[in-house]
């Protein structure tokens, strides 16, 4: 577990520090950690601003112990759970946007504002699209790569877009926010970009290869 808790401490108190754990992720997802007070967070979570530091030590300890309780216990025990890679878990979560939309808010801050364990968190979704992309290619599913590294790159960009850029993604496909009517519309077209490629020839491909290896 991410909390450091003291031993003697009672389940009530262990309600309560999932009670602040869960509304400092809200608050930080969206309002980021400069402008989330402690005092804001302990009104969320219907505590005292002191039982907040007693839990937690202060907001920046906070701060890590939801960094750990979304990249680790969030993630790797419902990956774990499901039996599913990181990417089918969270297309899994935005089938249900609104359900999980606090970790989604709070993902995105994580991986965008160059944190250590958003950093750890994003090596991490590329290292398991690495391994999906190499069973795939083994089981005869997927295309085998010339750099499967990069690729699983490029493939965890595009599994992300939709979180990262949600309010853009939301806005040119003329939804309020990025609702299961948006994600809805974009399931079949990205399914079929993944299934049948962008081009219908390889002439850009091979144009590529020639280049790479310096031909004319």
């Known amino acids: 577990m991410c909390s450091v808790a003291p031993a003697e401490t009672t ?8 009670r602040i754990r869960a509304a400092a992720i809200h608050l930080f997802g969206r309002n980021g950690i400069k402008g989330t007070s402690v005092r804001a967070i302990a009104t969320e979570a219907d505590v005292s601003p002191g039982l907040v530091i007693h839990h937690f030590g202060s907001k920046e300890e906070l701060k890590l112990a ?4 979304v990249s680790r216990e969030l993630i790797d025990t419902e990956v774990a759970a499901s039996e599913r890679d990181l990417i089918g878990t969270m297309q899994r979560w935005l ?3 609104e359900a999980f939309r606090p970790e989604f808010d709070y993902l995105s801050r994580m991986i965008t504002e160059g944190s250590e364990t958003g950093d750890t968190l994003f ?27 990069t690729a699983a790159l490029i493939v965890a960009l595009m599994g992300l877009a939709p979180l990262l850029m949600a309010r853009q993604v939301s806005r040119a496909l003329g939804e309020d926010g990025l609702t299961a009517a948006a994600l809805q519309k974009l399931a079949l077209p990205s399914m079929e970009l993944y299934t049948h490629g962008l081009y219908s020839g390889t002439e850009l491909l091979e144009a590529t290869r020639a280049a790479m290896k310096g031909d004319d």
């Open 11 to 18: 389940a009530p108190d262990l309600t309560a520090r999932a």
């Open 66 to 69: 939801c960094d750990r309780y």
């Open 95 to 97: 089938a249900e946007p």
């Open 123 to 149: 090596d991490g979704l590329v290292d398991r699209t690495e391994e999906m992309l190499i069973q795939g290619a083994d089981a005869g599913q997927m295309t085998r790569f010339s750099d499967v590294r």
